[in-house]
């Protein structure tokens, strides 16, 4: 049966970790869903790993459309969730509403994600669920915010912890099925995640959690740049290049196609 986010809120009462990655195309979506990874983001990092900008920032709604339409086609199992790229909801919640109805009338998808838990976009977050649009949050490092907050870790102090604690039970108030913490300490990780009756996917913010997400790229070593909290699972740049010489040294050679 397809994963729900009543489902992922069940396996948090069981202690059952939720396994999550993200995804941009097709062929990568449905070696994920395969493996039975429970939540599929397409996440708006694909601005930098499959279309090369410096940023996310960049990122169009259309772009997202695009590769969510292609992520969802390879789907059976998982439980499929959408970034809403930079100032496509920002501005209103009218106007995250109609970006977000697009995002699942269009491509199919289950859900999706935002950044932020200050009390504007906690009223966008309110709009959407009442309108039946499922909504996971994301606070912590909020890479939407690189201008102003870097990528460095965030809530290292009293003050700033509390503030993050206290976007995450707000988004939990106003109706995320979940809250993605982003390279915060895991003091901190531990505390939003023992206080939230909904689960909690972390990146960076160690092993307390109800789940963890990292990006494909840097799990397959396909990056170019490893954050620091990432683990790196195949090094598939050294093997594809290898393939690649391979195949180039036997071309040129005449060893392929075999007569």
């Known amino acids: 049966m397809p994963v729900t986010p009543q489902d992922l809120n069940q396996w948090k009462q069981q202690g059952r970790r939720i396994v999550a990655l993200t995804a941009w195309d097709y062929a990568s979506a449905r070696l994920l869903d395969r493996s039975g990874v429970d939540l599929i983001l397409v996440g708006d990092s694909l601005a930098m790993v499959s279309l090369g900008y410096e940023t996310t920032l ?21 439980l499929t969730v959408v970034d809403l ?3 496509t909801y920002q501005e209103s919640p009218e106007q995250a509403l ?11 998808a289950q859900a999706v994600k935002l950044e932020g838990g200050y009390p504007e976009m906690v009223a966008t977050v309110s709009r959407l669920v009442r309108v039946g649009i499922p909504v996971l949050g994301h606070v912590g490092l909020t890479p939407q915010s690189v201008h102003k907050l870097g990528y460095r870790k965030q809530g290292k102090t009293p003050e700033a912890g509390e503030r993050i604690l206290n976007e995450a039970i707000a988004l ?23 206080r939230l009756g909904i689960p909690t996917i972390g990146i960076g913010a160690g092993p307390h959690c109800d789940g963890q997400i990292l990006v494909t790229h840097d799990l397959l070593g396909l990056s170019d740049r490893q954050p620091p909290f990432a683990k790196v699972y195949a090094n598939l740049q050294h093997t594809i290049g290898e393939a690649i010489a391979q195949y180039s040294t036997e071309v040129k050679e005449g060893r392929f196609p075999e007569a």
Do not use: S, W, Y
């Open 58 to 78: 960049p990122l169009t709604l259309d772009e997202m459309l695009h590769h969510a339409k292609a992520v969802r086609r390879g789907v059976v199992n998982a």
């Open 85 to 87: 790229p930079f100032l």
């Open 98 to 108: 109609h970006c977000a109805g697009r995002i699942l009338k269009e491509t199919g």
């Open 172 to 194: 939990e108030e106003a109706g995320a099925f979940g809250v993605v913490l982003e390279h915060i300490p895991a003091p901190l990780a531990q505390r939003i995640t023992d």
